[in-house]
């Protein structure tokens, strides 16, 4: 039996200096500076050790040129999609990429044309609606639906949002960020059986496809064989790994005719390569390591999210959806009072930093997202700060 390393994701490790927004930014976006931060969808967590390493060794040449196109990247990504999602790809459908919103813009230039409608779920990732406003085309967002701390797709909407004649795209984000959802193949198959009744492409935003907990599973879009002519898939090592800043990602088009489009709009706007070291992360990343890791944090998030639902689902009146994917927790907190209120009560009271939800749309205001990727000695008090603020004297509910 080989052995393995432990991870030791309950160092706290002080990111000052490092060019860390989720720090940095804090004055500017919240007008504090001092409150612990839980927004951006990044890690408190170390990058594996042997992935640094693995930097390390680069960046010991003196030597920083340019790079071969493919440098066994596309290799170490079929290896990865074959063994962590069942997913059985061909070299020629992998383009690297900077990062998933650089191919949803590109996606959205080659499967849509200016003044169409996009159509998505919400509330979503803010940049799925900026994106679409930013090419010229209009987001058409359907509204998902809580029920029970889950979010429902309503297909009769969905379905008239892509028959209208000027929809000609579907967004998808797939697991759901905020709201942590993962959708199950028979969601994602009707999902395509309507994409192609009304003749609508399909982007699939599937960046937080390997965190996901058990029983759920991820089923990637291109699992399923008739979304692959209509499809492009983008997917990163930027959640799993922490390497965002990195700017390591790809995108997975089985459709020649689309994989041309899409090259020649990269081509255009010169963007279809990637760093070196987002190379280096890429190929080393993703192999059986990165699988033992991965195995290590999941276990660690899994535990973490499920103890600040537990938490903060003890505050009377808020309700929170149940943590099926991503290492961030969505909480309906309008009974509390304005979105304004209760941000100021987390940020002077709790001394907490939490995604506000009108970044996901309107369907989001008033809601707030919680990254809990972060050490447990960190996150749990900060989250007990927050129970403490809204409802003073509470305690949260005992543990299942
Ligand atoms: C659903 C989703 N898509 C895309 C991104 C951003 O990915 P990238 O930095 O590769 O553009 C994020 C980051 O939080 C995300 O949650």
Redesign the pocket.
């Known amino acids: 039996m080989p052995q393995h390393t432990p991870y030791d994701f309950d160092r706290i490790i002080d990111r000052t200096g490092t060019y860390a927004e989720k720090y940095d930014a804090r004055k500017r976006i919240f007008g504090n500076d001092t409150a612990e931060p839980f927004w951006v ?1 990044d890690m408190d967590l170390p990058t594996p050790a042997f992935l640094v390493d693995a930097l390390h060794a680069r960046v010991a040449h003196p030597i920083f040129g340019y790079t071969d196109a493919d440098a066994g990247t596309s290799a170490a990504i079929q290896w990865w999609l074959d063994s962590q999602h069942g997913l059985r790809t061909e070299k020629s459908w992998v383009r690297l990429s900077p ?4 191919s949803m813009s590109h996606a959205i230039q080659v499967l849509s044309q200016p003044n169409d409608s996009v159509v998505f779920l919400s509330p979503v ?1 803010g ?1 799925f609606f900026t994106t679409v406003r930013q090419n010229g085309r209009h987001p058409l967002d359907v509204p998902l639906h809580p029920q029970q701390n889950r979010y429902e797709i309503d297909f009769d909407a969905l379905e008239s949002a892509l028959a209208r004649p000027d929809a000609t795209l579907l967004l998808l ?1 797939n697991p759901h ?1 905020p709201g942590g959802r993962v959708f199950s193949r028979a969601e994602l198959s009707a999902m395509v059986d309507l994409c192609h009744k009304h003749n609508v492409h399909i982007f699939s ?1 599937e ?2 496809c390997d965190i996901v907990f058990a029983p759920h599973a991820h089923t990637s879009i291109l699992s399923i064989e008739a979304a692959h002519p209509i499809s492009i898939v983008a997917f ?1 090592i ?1 959640k799993l790994f922490n390497t ?1 800043g990195l700017n390591a ?1 790809f995108a997975l088009i089985p459709n020649p005719k689309l994989r041309a489009q899409f090259v020649s709009a990269t081509q255009r706007s010169h963007c279809a390569d990637i760093n070196l070291l987002g190379k280096v992360a890429l190929t080393t990343a993703m192999s059986p390591q990165g699988a033992e890791y991965k195995r290590q944090l999941i276990a660690y998030l899994a535990e973490n999210t499920q103890e600040v639902h537990r938490i903060l689902s003890a505050i009377p009146g808020v309700s929170v959806m149940r943590p099926e994917a991503t290492y961030l927790v969505w909480g309906d907190f309008r009974a509390l009072g304005t979105p304004t209120q209760v941000a100021k009560r987390l940020i002077d009271d709790a001394q907490v930093l939490l995604s506000g939800g009108a970044f996901f749309g309107q369907n989001g205001d008033g809601w707030f997202r919680a990254n809990c990727a972060h050490p447990r000695q960190r996150l749990y008090p900060a989250m007990e700060r927050v129970l403490q603020a809204l409802a003073p004297g509470t305690r949260p509910h005992s543990a299942p």
């Open positions: 969808a990062s998933v919103v650089t990732y940049p984000c960020n935003d960046i937080h990163s930027g965002s990602s």
